[in-house]
Structures are given as C-alpha cells and as structure tokens.
C-alpha cells in the first residue's frame, strides 16, 4: 500500500466530524515537521485549525482543506463502517474519502516527495488546514485569513484539495466560484375562515405573483467563465394545516447563486423593486455566504493544466460550477485560487468512496504543479 494511501485511511479513521477534528490534523503536523515545517496551530473558538510553512520567501505557495467532514448519516445504510476505511474492488470507502481526506493524503505526500527531490527550493510552501468547512464556516478560514493579514503574511497561489473532478481525476479543475446570497421573506397578511375572505388578508396570494415575477426575472447573462445568476426558491412556509383558515403570514427562503455580472446590492435592490410593485406588506432578512471569485489563465492554472497533462493526459475543464468553498475567503486577499481534486461523485453520500490511484494520481499532480511554481 502506497503512502498515499495510508496516509487517507488514518486520516478517515478519525471521526472527525464538524467541527470536531478529532486528531487528524495533529497527524498531518507530525508529518510536515519531519520534513522541516514551521508550526502555528491557531485555535478559534471550539475550532482547530493550523498554518504551517517552509521557507522564507516568495512566492507562498499554499495548500488548503478541512479535516472536518458531513456526519455519515444512518450508518446501517453503508456497505462499510464509515469511519473503517477499507479498500474493495480498487476503491477506498470511508466518510471523507473523496470529500476531502484523499485531497489533504495526497497534499501531504507530494509536498514530502517535492522536498526530498527539492530541498532548497524556491519561495514558501505552506498548509492551511482547518475543521469548520462543513459547518457554519466562522471560526476556521476565514479567522486564518484575518491572523495571515494581522502577520503582513499574503498567500500567492493556493490550491484546494476540494473535489472538483467529475469522471476522471484531473478532468475539472474549479478556478472560481459563484456568489451566494440568501434571504428570507416575511409577509404580513391577516387570519380568517376561508368562507369570509374579505375579512381577512392572504399573505399567500399577496406573494405569489411577485415570487412569479422573482423566478422569470432575468438577472444577468453571466460570461466566458460564469453562467448567468439563478434565483431559486427552497423553502415556502404558511398556514397551520388546515384547509378552513386563511394565514396571517407566510415566509418564503431563497438564494441567488451570482456571477461576477451582479453585485449583491443590485441583487438585493431588485428584490425590493420586485416586491414593492407588488404593494406587499412584507420584511427581508438578508445574509451573504460569499462573494464570486475567479482565477483567470495565469501562472497557477497554467502550472495546473500542465501537471494534469503530464500526469493523467487529458486536457481539463476549467469550471465555475458547484457550490462555494473556503475559497471565497481566500481569493479575497487577491490570491489566485483553484480546486483540484478527487471525483466528486458519492461525496456527501453513504458509501462515500474514492479510487485509489486517483490518489495516487493526485498526489503526481500535486507535486508537479509545486515543481512548476517553486523551482
């Protein structure tokens, strides 16, 4: 068994689940001493998390991921222990296999196999890792990013060990995400019996014809790198159950996954355009979960699209798809961003799986895209 591999089913043996890290990272940190990293655990709230480097110079060249994972669900679903790795038919089953332990394994040994072939190489290598990706994301990236900032400490180029990949290993790489935008509606109506309407105020049939108007609203055409924004509502609630009484309020949740075309103030001042034509007595709650980042052709993606050629010989995809990652946060500071990881294909599911060359793989990719930006 590679090390690689090995590596992973430590890593997926510890119940980690968010934002609990359960002792993985203390094992990625034994690792990365031994060949010669600096250490600075960085611990926020009931979060950890730790920024690791080796070297002094530019360019900082960074690897990030979470050691947290989604929980495994009913467990008797799983054809295996969700937190026993084991191996069958050339895959590796465990929670966190593909999202993302695999990644951070494969990470780990590139960056070993990359120092012993290059131990004086250019520049910074460095790791941010945290345990609050899967959760509500407060107290891990984004805290890193702000002690980075505090320590005059700029990240160059970073690559996430998401996994970005659909068929094969290396067949996408996400070099930007959309914006996420999220609101909830409250309408004010007035409660009766359904047999004096005129008695009373439906909040429902008040919102309907906006929420119509809402969904056929065209609210950009997105670019060469990004579709054009949706609107979509995921949540409708009104009423106590019954079919006799008319509510006093409904409630409607929505989202806006936007492209760079928008801003979530043009978003957010169209809604209330929208909504007041309508003359609806009627409340939002507004909170942003990210901004639109992109990394365009340049030096990282470019070292990427090689690696992967040289490695898997197949010429990826670049993609904005998907849903948001620590990315946002990190692309924020100016740093060009990717996701390049496992097949995406059980992550969140039970009998999460990953194949275990694609490991393999990708810790070839990984290493190579190192050797492009640092020697």
Not at 31 to 56: C, E, M, Q, S, Y
Not at 192 to 209: M, T
């Amino acid at each position: 068994m590679s090390k690689t591999v090995e590596l992973a089913k430590s890593l997926i043996s510890h119940a980690s689940v968010t934002p609990d890290d359960n002792g993985c990272q203390a094992i990625m940190i034994e690792r990365l001493k031994k060949i010669g990293f600096d250490i600075h655990p960085l611990k926020f709230g009931d979060v950890d998390n730790f920024w690791a480097t080796r070297g002094n110079n530019r360019p900082i060249f960074a690897f990030a991921g979470h050691t947290d994972v989604v929980p495994a669900g009913n467990e008797e679903a799983w054809n295996t222990k969700p937190f026993e790795p084991t191996i069958k038919d050339g895959f590796l089953f465990g929670r966190g296999s593909a999202d993302m332990k695999g990644g951070l394994a494969a990470m780990v040994t590139a960056t070993e196999n990359f120092v012993k072939d290059n131990p004086n190489h250019e520049g910074t290598i460095a790791f941010l890792i945290t345990s609050d990706e899967e959760g509500v994301a407060v107290n891990g990236t984004v805290k890193v990013m702000d002690y980075l900032k505090e320590n005059d400490t700029k990240i160059d180029y970073c690559v996430l060990g998401e996994p970005s990949s659909t068929s094969i290993t290396g067949d996408v790489i996400k070099n930007g995400r959309r914006g996420s935008l999220n609101g909830v509606i409250n309408v004010k109506g007035q409660q009766g019996h359904v047999a004096y309407p005129h008695l009373a105020k439906n909040p429902i049939h008040f919102i309907a014809p906006a929420l119509n108007d809402l969904c056929l609203q065209e609210w950009d055409s997105g670019n060469e790198y990004f579709p054009a924004t949706s609107f979509q509502i995921s949540n409708f609630h009104s009423g106590d159950g019954v079919t006799n009484v008319i509510p006093g309020e409904a409630k409607v949740m929505f989202n806006f996954r936007y492209s760079t075309e928008t801003t979530k103030e043009e978003l957010m001042t169209k809604v209330h355009e929208i909504l007041d034509l309508h003359k609806i007595d009627y409340t939002i709650d507004w909170s942003h979960s990210g901004y639109p980042f992109l990394t365009p052709v340049g030096d990282l993606v470019s070292a990427c699209v090689s690696s992967i050629q040289e490695t898997k010989g197949i010429e990826p995809e670049l993609s904005t798809s998907g849903g948001t990652s620590d990315g946002r946060f990190i692309a924020q500071k100016g740093t060009q961003v990717v996701e390049l990881g496992p097949v995406n294909a059980t992550i969140h599911q039970v009998n999460e799986s990953v194949l275990v060359q694609d490991l393999e793989d990708l810790s070839k990719i990984y290493c190579g895209v190192l050797a492009k930006i640092l020697v």
